[in-house]
């Protein structure tokens, strides 16, 4: 039954959503702030996932909207071919002033984009234009991991590793993936990182051995997998994946699209690891959600060696209409600005104690098989239903939404990643709405 304030459904095609499902019980928000939606009908929904993992302030922030409403009337749009304005250029410094690693960690040239995917797809084509600027031109071929997300570019779904971006469409052609870090078995309910598996970099040997390195222009990872179920990185992982890539000189991507700008209590994952890669890849938290806008960081040497031709030849042919949007730039520039002045990018540090004794308190409910937290971070892994997988998650999905609480589910898993401003006590109803919701698919 539609409700009083839905609109016609007939029209808009939905993303990643079960459209006639969806159309026949749709769920409209309508409104946003704080800690909080609104929907249509006027009921409060606890927003346990910071939108799509993007609205690390929380919702309505006075200060974005009022950035973007003064661009826009003073410059709304600008060509960003052979062309530039301050706005952008002062974003780029800003950025780098606060680049994953810091200063000494050199990823301090900033390239924009639109998305989380753009962002990927930038990051793979930098990494092969670099290696044939060194005159390595043989190295195209680029390496993901299994269980990876890394958006819906063809690009993306190629060094992906989620089965249902993939099986529809042509991928990218000399792709290979290293075996995903997950071992439910060994690792099961462990807080912190995971002990076991840390030795599974070494598959980028096998993967070295197997096309030889003078094939390989890049791997890209995910430091914590989210969208994937919310994967952590067993000790010692993302230190031994440096090391060999490094000696094989293979880039290192991390994509950070979920955990930069302050997810797991640190500015960017490289922080949190104190792993430095050649490019990290950004979106998401980088305008608050407020505006579409990605980021790439490279590092200094991929910059200057791609400096290398003529002045008069454009090095990387590669840009979007919307890279470095006046109004994303002025977003992020005063999303910047509310991480700082209220210390978000470090905030989840503070509760991630809470956090994590909130989620594992699930533990011991119906088919819950593990729980893992990170940061401001959670995935509650349940067991599926018989020849069902992902119908308990959906269940779960729609009854916490109906009663007032927003959560994401991958397959069986429920993810959240709260607002990086979350209060303790929103913490703690959070674990007992999904709690009682658990119980209730039993
Ligand atoms: N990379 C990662 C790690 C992501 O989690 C996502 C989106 O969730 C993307 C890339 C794609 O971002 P977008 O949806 O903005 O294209």
Same mark, same amino acid.
């Given at each position: 039954?539609?409700?009083?304030n ?6 808009? %095609?939905?993303?990643f ?6 159309k026949?019980?749709p769920?409209? +928000? ?21 939108g799509?993992w ?29 062309m530039?304005?301050? /706005?952008? &250029?002062?974003?780029a410094?800003k950025?780098?002033?606060r ?10 040239? $900033? &390239?924009?984009?639109?998305s989380?995917s753009e ?8 990494a ?8 390595q031109?043989?190295?195209?071929? *680029? ?5 990876g997300?890394?958006? $819906?570019?063809?690009?993306?779904i ?23 870090t997950h071992?439910?078995v060994r690792?099961?309910? *462990?807080?912190?990182l ?17 096309h030889?390195?003078?094939t /390989? ?18 000790k ?14 293979? +880039? ?5 699209? /979920? ?15 104190g792993?430095?890669?050649d490019?990290v ?13 990605g ?21 990387? &042919? ?36 809470? %956090?994590?004794d ?7 409910l119906?088919?819950i ?8 971070v ?6 599926s239903?018989p ?8 269940? /779960? ?6 009663k007032?609480?927003l959560?994401r ?11 990086l401003? *979350?209060?303790?006590?929103q ?6 709405? +999904? ?5 209730r698919?039993?």
């Amino acid at each position: 039954m539609l409700m009083s304030n839905t609109p016609s459904l007939e029209n808009y %095609w939905m993303p990643f959503t079960a459209n006639r499902q969806f159309k026949a019980a749709p769920r409209l +928000l309508a409104a946003a702030k704080g800690m909080y939606y609104t929907d249509v009908d006027g009921a409060q929904v606890l927003d346990g996932t910071a939108g799509l993992w993007c609205v690390n302030a929380g919702h309505g922030r006075q200060k974005i909207a009022d950035a973007v409403a003064r661009q826009l009337m003073t410059m709304d749009y600008a060509p960003s071919f052979q062309m530039g304005h301050p /706005i952008v &250029f002062d974003f780029a410094q800003k950025l780098a002033a606060r680049a994953p690693g810091g200063q000494e960690a050199g990823l301090t040239k $900033v &390239f924009f984009t639109g998305s989380g995917s753009e962002s990927v797809d930038t990051a793979l084509k930098i990494a092969i234009a670099y290696q044939r600027s060194i005159g390595q031109g043989t190295r195209t071929r *680029v390496i993901g991991r299994e269980r990876g997300y890394h958006g $819906v570019g063809f690009g993306g779904i190629s060094v992906g590793g989620l089965v249902n971006n993939r099986r529809v469409f042509p991928l990218l052609p000399g792709v290979d993936h290293l075996r995903h870090t997950h071992d439910a078995v060994r690792n099961s309910f *462990v807080k912190g990182l995971p002990e076991h598996g840390g030795d599974l970099a070494e598959d980028l040997e096998r993967l070295v051995a197997l096309h030889g390195a003078e094939t /390989i222009a890049a791997v890209i990872v995910e430091p914590v997998a989210g969208s994937t179920g919310v994967l952590l990185p067993p000790k010692g992982y993302l230190e031994r994946l440096r090391a060999i890539s490094k000696k094989h000189g293979i +880039l290192l991507i991390f994509d950070e699209v /979920i955990t930069g700008f302050g997810r797991l209590g640190t500015p960017f994952a490289v922080d949190y690891f104190g792993v430095v890669p050649d490019l990290v890849t950004t979106a998401k938290g980088l305008t608050n959600g407020a505006l579409p806008m990605g980021a790439v960081f490279a590092s200094e040497a991929v910059y200057e060696a791609m400096m290398n031709g003529p002045e008069s030849q454009i090095e990387l &042919f590669h840009g979007y209409t919307y890279s470095g949007h006046p109004a994303a730039c002025a977003a992020g520039l005063a999303t910047l600005e509310v991480y700082e002045e209220e210390g978000l990018l470090t905030r989840a540090a503070d509760v991630a104690d809470h %956090w994590q004794d909130a989620m594992h308190g699930l533990k011991g409910l119906p088919n819950i098989v593990d729980i893992r937290t990170i940061g401001l971070v959670a995935g509650i892994e349940l067991s599926s239903r018989p020849d069902a997988a992902g119908a308990r998650g959906y269940d /779960i999905f729609v009854d916490c939404f109906n009663k007032g609480l927003l959560v994401r589910v991958t397959g069986d898993t429920i993810a959240l990643s709260p607002p990086l401003i *979350v209060e303790r006590e929103q913490i703690d109803i959070m674990a007992s709405m +999904l709690g009682e919701a658990i119980k209730r698919a039993a």
